[in-house]
């Protein structure tokens, strides 16, 4: 297996990238984390969606699965069953090397995750390799249908992989609304905290999001698009204030598709929202003339409307990104927008002081009040991003909007 240098940037411009059957969706009823349910479940994703890559011999292939590992909270990750099910249906395919890779904000906090989430101990039983992105090598990928980075760095193990399987949790976001297939490729970068700097606009980001699928998929060795599916656990669920202390919720489906914007948007739309309201999903849909209409997809499996139960769904409010900037409509406007925008809170009884959220704010937005002993936030700096919401492991951390309670008496 060749190993590019890392200290050059590989330009992909002349691959366009094509994926099998972008408007298909499959989704399945599983209505548990029983193992031989799970293995049904997935076998039956695999069986409607027919991979091209399964027609080959598989012993000498590298496949990547990437869970989300976010926390070690149940509902925060992808579950440990639907990971090591696949993992097994890999096998008796005759795959050869099997990787499970993931990271979150730092590399002890992934080490962490992926023992408690029971991978690291399912890679060691079964022989797969477990992957911290964060202490991998990154590989520099450029291609000209990047929208708004000049580059974007993914991790060598990706870049090395033939075959990847992406398994995002289906969940809310306090921060960006709703995670998915499109967000679960933000675990492959190397400096979150920096991305949410440079990124701060929330609709960049979310074009920041679909260069980077874009990278995986442009990159590798081969001319061809490298194979990438997606399958989302949406046994059990998380809506309210995910990604990390949001409420349980089940749908009991999995939910499998080539085109990370036709899951999501089926996904979304089985929790009640818009596709369109999403910037990751519409930006990469228009980018590569990806369905995300769910009308004109098609859903073949179990008949979805059966899955479709209203959940709890942050405010689109969040995907606003006001801070006071220096011209005078700016500082005249932006405190009035926000008396409806959500603002983060730092609960005092849940909060440990453990100063993880403050040293992980990409704005430096937290501070220790000395003299009260608490958490403060500086509205000013916030772009609520929820990367404090999403680091904090005491679930001290919400998003309140200020007037929200307010609003039935004045209209
Ligand atoms: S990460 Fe959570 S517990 Fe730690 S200081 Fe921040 S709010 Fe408090
Ligand atoms: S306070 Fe929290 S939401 Fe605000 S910028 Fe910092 S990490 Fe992001």
New binding site residues.
Partial sequence: MAVQKMDKVIDYSFKTIQIENSKCVAIVRVENYNPENVKNGLERIIKLLKPSFFDDDLTEKLILIKPNVLAPDKMAFTNEVVVEQLAVILKMKGVGNIFIGDSTMTKEITRMAHVKSGLADIALRFGHEMINFLEDKFVTISHNKFEVSNVVRIPETIYNADIIINLPKMKTHAGYVFTGAIKNFFGLVEDKISMHRIYKNKAVFQKMLGDIHHAVLCCGEKIHTKPVLHIMDAIEAMEGKGPRSGKHKKYNCLIGSFSPVALDALAYSIMGGNPEDLEAIKSLSKRNSWEVNINNLDIIGDNWEDFKDEAQLPSLETLNTTRTGGSLIERVAVPIIRIFHPVIK??SE?????????SHCPMQA?YLDEKKKK?RVDRSKCINCFC?GE????N??HQKRPISKALPLIF
């Fill in positions: 730092i609960k849940k909060c440990k002081l453990c100063m993880n959220c403050v937290l958490i404090c680091i904090c492991s005491n001290a951390v």
